[in-house]
């Protein structure tokens, strides 16, 4: 099988800040198999994953694929990680475009396809960067439609970080906040910050500590009268055992995990550990949302909302509304199409 394979670049709509840094861009690659099927690779940065590699990752991934193996979804998954071990969002560009495929072939959306339910009802938070306190309570004033928050901390100072979400929660009554350190925090600060935050009504703490540092979040849960979830840290189902017993839920990206194949495995995991299951995204076009849109009917939060932070999605329909509301498609597939002229 063949495959247009196309580098582009997302612009977001403002500076988007975490506490590794601040971006204004992502540069992305576009798939589109013949015959029918997109999928997207958004490379995940702190893994050292460039596009330019995943073009010919792709390329020889998808030159295995023919009419007769289409369907061979578990074979397709290990000849990807022998070919691109590394390269964990190659992979998902390649499997999301092929579940794709599949799913035009027979008729079916993907959601059915995978054998899970529609998510009726579901609703994604929506994300207020890392920025000054000022321009973070603007943010957080504009989104005034959306019932739930997802604010990002991880300054690696207590103090500073707490009063950022006593003003962010001042500006925003009765919303449902949750916070995301992206790795910032050390344990002390961590710990200060669990101890101190009880006034201020928050949902769970995510990826408070940095990658790696499982005693540390063993001492943190023990502590923390809030969830503790992790992200950064989840990666593939096999990184889910050094997990056990230190965290209350995991964010699955699929640039991380791979693709669906490997997402599916990862919740069979969680609901076996009793962990709440979030869906997450990096800077990505309405194609790797709305893949993992279709898996949200497994999932108890998400967070989706890249379609609203770049400035140039090039599909449609969109997958998210303006009050976070999540809209599958019930077309075959993933149910959208893909015009780079929007690029």
């Avoid at 992502?26 to 994953?49: A, D, F, I, K």
């Avoid at 030159?63 to 290990?78: P, Q």
């Avoid at 979400?165 to 600060?189: C, F, M, Q, Y």
């Avoid at 550990?273 to 009917?297: D, K, N, P, R, Y």
Wanted: net charge negative; aromatic share 6%; glycine share 10%.
């Amino acid at each position: 099988m063949k495959a247009r394979v196309t580098p582009a670049k997302l612009r977001t709509r403002h500076p988007f800040g975490i506490s590794r840094g601040t971006t204004t861009e992502s540069n992305v690659v576009l798939v589109e198999l013949e015959g029918g099927g997109l999928g997207e690779c958004s490379p995940v940065r702190y893994y050292n994953q460039s596009p330019e590699e995943a073009v010919d990752l792709i390329h020889e991934m998808v030159a295995g694929v023919t009419m007769d193996n289409l369907f061979d979804l578990d074979a397709h998954a290990r000849r990807a990680r022998e070919i691109a071990p590394k390269h964990s969002s190659a992979r998902a560009a390649f499997d999301i475009a092929l579940h794709d495929r599949i799913g035009r072939e027979l008729g079916v959306p993907l959601y059915k396809l995978m054998g899970f339910s529609y998510p009726a009802n579901a609703m994604s938070s929506f994300t207020i960067g890392l920025d000054t306190d000022e321009v973070m309570v603007a943010k957080t004033h504009e989104a005034k439609s959306f019932p739930n928050l997802k604010i990002k901390l991880g300054r690696d100072d207590a103090a500073r970080d707490l009063a950022t979400i006593r003003a962010i929660r001042e500006a925003a009554p009765g919303k449902t906040i949750r916070v995301d350190a992206n790795a910032g925090w050390s344990l002390e600060t961590a710990l200060e910050f669990v101890a101190k935050c009880g006034d201020v009504d928050l949902e769970f703490i995510e990826q408070p500590l940095a990658i790696g540092n499982y005693e540390g979040l063993k001492k943190l849960r023990e502590k923390s009268k809030l969830p503790i979830v992790v992200d950064e840290d989840v990666q593939d189902l096999a990184s889910l055992t050094a997990l056990e017993g230190r965290i209350d839920g995991i964010n699955i990206k699929l640039m991380k995990t791979g693709g669906l194949w490997e997402a599916r495995q990862m919740i069979g995991f969680a609901r076996a550990q009793g962990w709440s299951v979030m869906f997450g995204c990096m800077i990505e076009s309405g194609i790797g949302v709305c893949a993992a849109a279709h898996l949200t009917g497994a999932a108890q939060d998400i967070d989706l909302d890249a379609e609203l932070l770049i400035a140039n999605n090039p599909t449609s329909p969109t997958i998210m509304g303006d009050d976070g509301a999540i809209r599958v498609p019930h077309g075959p597939g993933l149910g959208i199409e893909l015009d780079l002229s929007r690029l």
